[in-house]
């Protein structure tokens, strides 16, 4: 990635407001919380036709024993790292603190262009308080900018932009397949991630709700490229007690929506709970590609028979939703990691897959004379042809008489037979009768 513009400072100074404005969107979840950012977020602006890329991260705290500062601070000092420019943000309503002075002392470690930025000068007094700022010794201007009504954001990004050495590219996610990681709290999604990327990319506790926003990590190895997303676990909604994690989820569900297909993590020593089945229920519902990724495997007692008890047993209570590919891996000890994301490659081909009109009509209509569809109190169904529509996920339309009187048992039937002949395994497949 070229064109890189992290956003770093102490807690609470405005950091997210200032990446939704750059990215004009709302990305990044907002609180007067401390801590509520703790991984590093990536988004897309734009300024006079130069594109970049913004990274918004968690609030630095010096010296804190705090098991989430203490990560956070490793989470910032990576975006420092991969930075064309830093954005260190101060905050004119509270004034210069110790948090300040410190964590200007960190920066002068890195050998990056600074851009000293005062952020909440929405009055005239706040304004010129910003000269205060000047103590901390970073030289350049100070840009006395409010994040929230953008004042200011522009003379900023004119400077900004002069550090840049091409115009950028204007998407760069454009036309990769985006995979989301999903889950119930603690199932090992973000060390799943971090397995991957071989990076500390999310932070990793024990602690359920680690993860807050949904991560996007660009993923390219093994011959294979696509976009990951970590995601913020997925509990029942009578346990979300507070605004934070509501957010946290909502930002998850939006990342499922906007991704090819769905890995979604089990827990081997608790087996399919039902929230777990919420969850691959609600990917099913969006018609997403999923793998099941059934984690922690090392950690069950097992012989030669365990993993085919527990595949059918997994299978049996996830029908009809029983499509989807399951493969046992463990994260902390790197089993079958890769394999995951193999599977999750080629259910994705197979969510794209096309196939001719020919070929779909010669193939099910040989199967069609094998069961042909029951009549329905005397109405007979003559299934004429068949073609597939040019959706997201595999669509198709039969067209028959009185296909009103088609029931459920019979699609199945067409469904399963589909998946025998075309391979359609781990992505739902849509079937409509219309009348010919």
Known sequence: MANIISIVGRPNVGKSTLFNRLTESRKAIMDNQSGVTRDRHYGYGEWTDQ?????????????????????????????????????????????????????????????????????????????????????????????????????????????VIKHFETAGVEDPEAGIPRIAIMGRPNVGKSSFLNVLTGTDRSIVTDIAGTTRDAIHTHYKAFGMEFILTDTAGLRRKSRVNEDIEYYSSLRSMKAMEESDVCIVLLDATLGLEGQDLTIIGLADKAKKGIVIMVNKWDLIEKDSKTADAFKKSLLDRLAPMNYMPIIFASVVE???????????????????????????????Q???????????RGKYINIKYMIQLPTPSPTFVFFSSNPKNVKDPYLRYLENRMRENFDFSGVPITIFFREK
Do not use: W
């Open 366 to 376: 040989k199967e069609i004379e094998k069961y042909p569809p029951p009549a329905d």
């Open 51 to 159: 594109y970049f890329t913004v990274i918004d991260t968690g609030g630095y705290v010096v010296g804190s024993e705090d098991i989430f500062e203490g990560a956070i601070r490793d989470q910032v000092e990576l975006a420092i790292e991969e930075s064309t420019v830093v954005l260190f943000m101060v905050d004119t309503a509270t004034g210069l603190t110790d948090l300040d002075k410190d964590f200007a002392n960190v920066l002068r470690k890195f050998n990056k262009p600074v851009f000293l930025v005062a952020n909440k000068a929405e009055t005239t007094e706040r304004y010129h308080s910003a000269a205060e700022f000047y103590e901390l010794g970073l030289g350049g201007e100070i840009y006395a900018i409010s994040a929230q009504t953008g004042f200011g954001t522009g003379d900023l990004l004119d400077e």
């Open 334 to 364: 790197k089993q079958r990691i890769h394999q995951v994301m193999e599977k999750a490659m080629e259910v994705y081909q197979n969510k794209t897959k096309k196939i001719s009109t020919s070929k779909l009509n010669d193939v099910m």
